[in-house]
Each structure stands twice: as structure tokens, then as C-alpha cells.
């Protein structure tokens, strides 16, 4: 969707006092969370209430309750979900039904393909507002980096917003708190413009290199068994979040499922890689080696066991998290390795 439409749907949520859903799902993680937050900002103190898929699976009329209840002393509230996958179509139905005033649901998801029984409930309610972040162009997510700087008083060419978008592998909230960082090192402001030199970013993005897990995403994805044992030592020492890395995963796995339909349609692999503006050129040789180690059907059966997997990691402890992804990890780089 065009920045247009992102910002219609996002102001909706003070306008449009006939929407119960507000749903925002795709491949785009960071953007969906960027965007929730967002809609969140505008509600002012509102009380927030969280409340995970799994508790509306089991009990339907929960949402639907939460909805039309007030707040002890009266205040506005809002709900938050977090869809993991199809649970809680029951508690949406119900509370697609609802009449009179209700408190506004902002909730996310995942990539729903078209035959989601859920995606298909929301899209066809005339009270439900539903927006799908697709993963960006290259060349969006430096438009879209530009545009932010020039809203702290940044000028940045687009080369250098290429750079900070390959940087942040097309991750938007990542790409935000580089500029932000940039915007805070230059002192700038609308009223104090500043352009912006490739040096300074340069030694300003060497200082968190540590929130990159790109390197150890494609050693993990290449079956380089050894270093992805350095990567994850890395990884721990640094303190890298767990989920940040499985998403991270799951991104690649979700490109690579894209260009190896390509492959599979006849296309040679490096032309495939070489004209997808997204993969740096640099990484181009790890894309290609990747592609011949996963065919579609493996890539299928690893999209779904990652969503498993951050399932899990969700439901324990940091500390904990951490160890179970690492061996995840090791299984997944040893699978490759074997089909090398």
C-alpha cells in the first residue's frame, strides 16, 4: 500500500468510531509493529488492555466482552491482540457483531495467505479496517528512510538511504533508530537542517554492528555449520534478542520462497538473485548457494516450523529463549549443510 493509504488507515482510528478491527498483517513485521504503535500514539492515555489469541481460542465471548466494558474509573481504553495464527476467528465474529459504542481493537498478525479463514472474515466486514504490510523494495525502504530524516530536519541522498536500508536489512523500526541516532549526533531539527556524511554514519552504525543478525542469518541459511556456532556466540555475548533473530529468519526464508518459485519456473538463480534489488550485491553469492540447498517444499516446511518456533520463545523465559533458538539454529544449519 502507497504512504497515503498507510496514513488513512492509521488516522482512522480517532475517525472512524464505526470500525471494531483494526487489523494490520503481512510479511513486514517491523512495519506492523511500527504501525500499531502508531494508531496507539493517537489514543491519547487511553488504557490499554493485551490479550493474546490463544485466550480468545478458548474462550470466544472474552474479545467480544472487552470490548463494551468500561475502564474502573471510566476512561477510554483499547484492545491489543497479537494473532499468532488462526485462533480467536470465533471471539472476531463476535465482536464483528457487536452494536452500540465499543472500545476500538488494534490487532496484528502474521502473513495470511488469501484462504486464511480469519483474513477473509476481517476483509469482508464492513466493521473491520484491515491493512497488509508487504516486505519493501530496496529502493521503497530508502524512499521511506528519506522521507523520516527529512522529518528530524535530515538530508539524506539516496545513496546513503540505500545503504542505511541495506543495512538495516529493510526493517523499518531499525532504520528509524539509525536516523534517529543521526538526527541526535547532528543536533537537528526542522528549524536546524543538516545533511548528512556517509562517514559519520559509518562510524556511528560501527558502534551497534551487534544488532545486524544478517551474517548469522546467512550462515545458518548457507548450512556453514562452524560459523554459525561463532555467529551465536556473538549473538549471546551481545545480547541480541531472540525473536528479533527468528523474525529475522523468517524474513529470509520468506524471500528465498519468492525467488526459488522463479527458479522453479525455469529462471537461472543468479540472474534471479542479481535482479532483486533488495539482496546487497555482497550477499549475492551467499542467495545463490541458499536457493540450491532449499527447494520450495523445504522452504515451506521451515516457514511453518519458525512460526512454531517463535510460539515458543514467546512463552518462556529470556534466558531460555535463547538457548532454545540456538539449538533450533544448529538443526537448521545442519540440514542445510546436508543438502550442500
Not at 491482540?81 to 490487532?107: H, K, S, W
Not at 536489512?169 to 533508530?177: I, S, T, Y
Not at 555482497?282 to 540450491?292: C, I, P, R, T
Request: glycine share 6%.
Amino acid at each position: 500500500m502507497s504512504n497515503a493509504k498507510e496514513r488513512s488507515f492509521i488516522g482512522a482510528i480517532t475517525t472512524r468510531d464505526d470500525i471494531r478491527l483494526f487489523f494490520i498483517f503481512g510479511q513486514d513485521e517491523s512495519a506492523i509493529a511500527d504501525i500499531a504503535s502508531q494508531m496507539a500514539a493517537q489514543l491519547d492515555s487511553a488504557e490499554r488492555i493485551d490479550i493474546d489469541s490463544d485466550r480468545i481460542r478458548n474462550d470466544p465471548a472474552l474479545l467480544a466482552d472487552e470490548a463494551t466494558s468500561l475502564s474502573l474509573f471510566g476512561d477510554k481504553r483499547y484492545l491489543r491482540v497479537n494473532f499468532r495464527r488462526e485462533e480467536g476467528v470465533a471471539a472476531v465474529e463476535n465482536l464483528l457483531a457487536l452494536d452500540g459504542v465499543a472500545n476500538p481493537v488494534i490487532a496484528v498478525a502474521g502473513n495470511l495467505a488469501k484462504s486464511s479463514k480469519l483474513r477473509k472474515l476481517v476483509e469482508g466486514s464492513p466493521r473491520a479496517l484491515s491493512h497488509i504490510c508487504y516486505l519493501p523494495e530496496e529502493g521503497d525502504a530508502a524512499t521511506a528512510a528519506m522521507a523520516y530524516a527529512s522529518t528530524l530536519g535530515l538530508k539524506i541522498d539516496r545513496s546513503l538511504a540505500a545503504r542505511i536500508a541495506r543495512y538495516t536489512g529493510q526493517d523499518r523500526k531499525l532504520a528509524h533508530a539509525e536516523i534517529v541516532k543521526l538526527s541526535l549526533f547532528y543536533d537537528a531539527s526542522p528549524q536546524r537542517p543538516a545533511t548528512v556524511e556517509i562517514a559519520d554514519f559509518e562510524a556511528l552504525s560501527a558502534e551497534t554492528g551487534e544488532e545486524n543478525v544478517g551474517g548469522l542469518v546467512n550462515q545458518v541459511m548457507g548450512g556453514e555449520l562452524r560459523a554459525t556456532g561463532r555467529e551465536l556466540v556473538a549473538a549471546r555475548e551481545m545480547g541480541v534478542d531472540a525473536i528479533r533473530i527468528v523474525r529475522a529468519l523468517q524474513r529470509r526464508v520468506t524471500l528465498l520462497a519468492s525467488l526459488r518459485a522463479k527458479v522453479d519456473s525455469g529462471s537461472n538463480p543468479g540472474a534471479v538473485v542479481k535482479a532483486t534489488r533488495s539482496i546487497f550485491w555482497k550477499e549475492a553469492d551467499d542467495f545463490v548457494k541458499q536457493l540450491s540447498r532449499w527447494p520450495s517444499m523445504r522452504l515451506a516446511g521451515l516457514n511453518a516450523h519458525l512460526l512454531d518456533v517463535e510460539s515458543k520463545l514467546m512463552s518462556v523465559r529470556e534466558n531460555l529463549a535463547m538457548t532454545i533458538l540456538e539449538e533450533e539454529l544448529i538443526r537448521i544449519a545442519r540440514a542445510a549443510a546436508r543438502r550442500g
